[in-house]
């Protein structure tokens, strides 16, 4: 069996929400440089979040030119993630709590992630700025077989936010639901739904509901990463401001504001700004420190 080195510690942070109660925890291991893909997945298998981030030496082209700057990995009780924005905001605010607010930048295995840390009001909040976007069609043969899993009627979709998959370092299904208690009934087929993920190569559905022009509630099942639901998704908020800016629903220039974990108990706040001419989307919210059990 696989186990630890004695000396890793892993902390636990939550991200999207000041409240250790809030938004989606995540561990953070600031120092992996000691540890393998198998020490990895066993400390994410063990405590269950949907991911966990490991720190390390950065890659020297990125080393010379950042003074804060590091290797990051993401991995799923069940498998590695090629990006995950809350454990990178987690990542952020916890190297900010020890060393002081400021830049940082994280080379991960789909580009190099910056994240700026501010105090703002005495809290802490992480901006992460994504790679480039993409957007593709979805096929309605895979939007059939997401909307069966799911136990939606095609009927319940949203017209003004047909599907897409969304790509801002992982990739994506938008489904839009054209009510409230639509989107807050989620009682799915796991096993369908993880295989239609395995097959698109989906790290989570991204399901939403446009309370106004610009607030958003989200929620994304994550049946790939081995948990039903993650609370609160900084890569699928990134891949969702793309999303909407390339449909047109929103400004090119504007802040979007997304509301997710509330129907899981576990509410969280993302901000999604988009500025024209960069088509980045950077991606904000608070953090706060899991008080250890006991």
């Known amino acids: 069996m696989t186990t630890k080195p004695q000396s890793t510690e892993v902390l636990r942070y939550t991200a999207f929400s000041s409240d250790p109660a809030g938004g989606n925890p995540a561990g953070v291991v600031l120092d992996a440089s000691g540890l393998d893909d198998a020490n990895m997945l066993a400390i994410a298998a063990d405590l269950g979040y949907s991911e966990s981030a490991f720190l390390s030496d950065p890659p020297a082209e990125l080393a010379d030119g950042h003074g804060r700057a590091f290797t990051i990995r993401y991995f799923s009780p069940k498998a590695e993630v090629p ?6 905001v987690a990542t952020a605010i916890a190297l900010a709590e020890l060393g002081g607010p400021g830049d940082f930048a ?3 295995s789909v580009g190099t992630v910056p994240v700026t840390v501010a105090s703002v009001d005495g809290v802490l909040r992480a901006t992460l700025t994504s790679i480039e976007p993409r957007i593709e069609e979805a096929s309605a ?14 009927e ?3 017209p003004a936010l047909p599907p897409r998959i969304a790509f801002a370092g992982a990739r994506h299904l938008v489904l839009a639901a054209a ?3 639509r989107l807050a009934d989620l009682q799915y087929d796991f096993a369908r739904l993880e295989a239609l993920m395995h097959r698109l190569d989906l790290t989570t559905v991204q399901l939403a509901w446009r309370e106004s022009d610009s607030v958003f509630h989200v929620r994304a099942p994550f049946p790939v990463g081995g948990v039903v639901e993650d ?3 900084g890569a699928a908020a990134a891949a969702f401001g793309a999303y909407a800016r390339e449909l047109g629903v ?17 509410p969280g706040v993302l901000t999604v700004t988009l500025r024209e001419g960069d088509p980045r989307v950077r991606v904000s919210g608070t953090g706060a420190r899991i008080p250890d059990a006991g």
Do not use: I, K, Y
């Open 83 to 88: 990006f995950c924005g809350h454990a990178t």
């Open 106 to 108: 994280f080379a991960t």
């Open 141 to 154: 043969d895979d939007v059939r077989e997401a909307l069966a899993a799911l136990d939606w009627p095609a």
């Open 156 to 158: 319940d979709l949203d």
């Open 179 to 181: 009510t409230r208690s």
């Open 231 to 233: 609370p609160a998704t």
């Open 250 to 266: 929103v400004a090119a220039e504007t802040e979007l504001t997304l509301h997710q974990g509330v129907d899981m108990g576990r």
